[in-house]
């Protein structure tokens, strides 16, 4: 079994890519957002030592439970705190996932255990994973796509895409570079080729 991490800018189609494995291919698929918030639920140690960081506000919602936009809210203001929930939340979803790879291969059911995270490469899995998969599209059609899809403003996704890791960087970092630029057909061509070299 393969454990391949999957990275990209925000508008690349991580999402497309993803569903086209999970049709195609025998493999299990890990979003890390996912990890982390059941990782985040109230009861666990993660939720209690993030809650019990110095926050302006309370991020427990009525039901209990983490309010996650505020939370991210409040981390993008300030640094410190940003610093420090990926300090306790990084370290608690590598353990987790590097737990669930670990069950999967024993079981030998799947060809491919695939991850994915925008931040694989600052977060060390380079070191982890089998091979590194860096999603691609160029700048104007993730433009499009955010507008789109999440009704972003040109302005926003210039933002959002100049704070995140440049393409030089990310193909730097990658073992595998899939250009998502096309549509499903071309990207699903080259999954194929790739996986079965």
Same mark, same amino acid.
């Given at each position: 079994?393969?454990?391949?991490?999957?990275?990209?800018?925000?508008?690349?189609?991580?999402?497309?890519?993803?569903?086209?494995?999970?049709?195609?291919?025998?493999?299990?698929?890990?979003?890390?957002?996912?990890?982390?918030?059941? &990782?985040?639920?109230?009861?666990?140690?993660?939720?209690?030592? %993030? %809650?019990?960081?110095?926050?302006?506000?309370?991020? %427990?919602?009525? /039901?209990? !439970?983490?309010?996650?936009?505020?939370?991210?809210?409040?981390?993008?203001?300030?640094?410190?705190?940003?610093?420090?929930?990926?300090? =306790?939340?990084?370290?608690?979803?590598?353990?987790?996932?590097?737990?669930?790879?670990?069950?999967?291969?024993?079981?030998?059911?799947?060809?491919?255990?695939?991850?994915?995270?925008?931040?694989?490469?600052?977060?060390?899995?380079?070191?982890? %994973? /089998?091979?590194?998969?860096?999603?691609?599209?160029?700048?104007?059609?993730?433009?499009?796509? &955010?507008?789109?899809?999440?009704?972003?403003?040109?302005?926003?996704?210039?933002?959002?895409?100049?704070? !995140?890791?440049?393409?030089?960087?990310?193909?730097?970092?990658? /073992?595998?570079? =899939?250009?998502?630029?096309? /549509?499903?057909?071309?990207?699903?061509?080259?999954?194929?080729? =790739?996986?079965?070299?």
């Amino acid at each position: 079994m393969k454990f391949i991490g999957i990275t990209g800018g925000i508008g690349a189609g991580k999402s497309t890519v993803l569903s086209l494995l999970k049709e195609n291919f025998n493999c299990r698929i890990l979003l890390a957002d996912e990890v982390a918030a059941q &990782l985040m639920m109230a009861g666990t140690q993660c939720f209690e030592a %993030v %809650v019990g960081l110095p926050w302006p506000e309370s991020i %427990v919602g009525t /039901d209990g !439970q983490i309010n996650r936009p505020l939370m991210a809210k409040l981390m993008f203001a300030d640094d410190n705190l940003r610093e420090s929930v990926n300090g =306790i939340v990084h370290p608690a979803v590598e353990r987790e996932v590097l737990n669930q790879v670990e069950e999967e291969r024993k079981k030998h059911n799947i060809e491919y255990f695939f991850f994915e995270a925008a931040l694989l490469i600052e977060c060390g899995y380079g070191k982890l %994973v /089998d091979e590194m998969w860096y999603i691609y599209a160029d700048e104007e059609i993730r433009t499009k796509r &955010l507008m789109e899809s999440r009704g972003y403003g040109v302005e926003r996704i210039k933002n959002t895409i100049m704070s !995140q890791r440049s393409d030089a960087s990310f193909r730097e970092h990658a /073992d595998r570079i =899939i250009d998502n630029s096309g /549509d499903k057909e071309s990207t699903l061509a080259q999954l194929k080729t =790739i996986l079965s070299d």
